[in-house]
């Protein structure tokens, strides 16, 4: 997977577009620690662009990501699944884990707890 990262409108905005591959969690946190240090960070990740996954290593970046995030005490929410992911996602209750939204628009209006003043 490829990974875009832009800093819009106070958000840290990570846009996935490619295929999974093998050992992609590890891969990701290397490429996304650099960006994943602000206290209270609030983090969309954007899944519009994403091509060929395998469900279980996808779930595993997701989780490393929101690890991170939860360490910070920020917010991740995710946007733009397809309906192959949001299916796998219900199926295996990580519905109740991630909060997750319709487009990047939905996810940025969209109640944030101040996490940065825990």
Not at 5 to 27: H, P, Q, W, Y
Not at 47 to 62: C, D, H, N, Q, S
Not at 106 to 118: I, T
């Amino acid at each position: 997977m490829k990974y875009h990262i832009v800093e819009e409108d106070g958000f840290c905005l990570i846009k996935v577009s490619g295929e999974t591959r093998k050992n992609e969690a590890v891969m990701a946190r290397g490429g996304l620690s650099p960006y994943l240090k602000e206290k209270g960070i609030k983090v969309i990740m954007d899944m519009k662009e994403l091509g060929k996954f395998e469900p279980i290593t996808l779930v595993g970046v997701l989780n490393g990501i929101r690890k991170e995030v939860n360490l910070l005490r920020g917010g991740l929410k995710l946007c733009s699944l397809k309906p192959e992911m949001m299916n796998y996602i219900r199926q295996n209750r990580l519905d109740h884990i991630f909060r997750i939204y319709e487009d990047r628009e939905m996810a940025k209006r969209s109640e944030w707890m101040d996490y940065g003043k825990r």
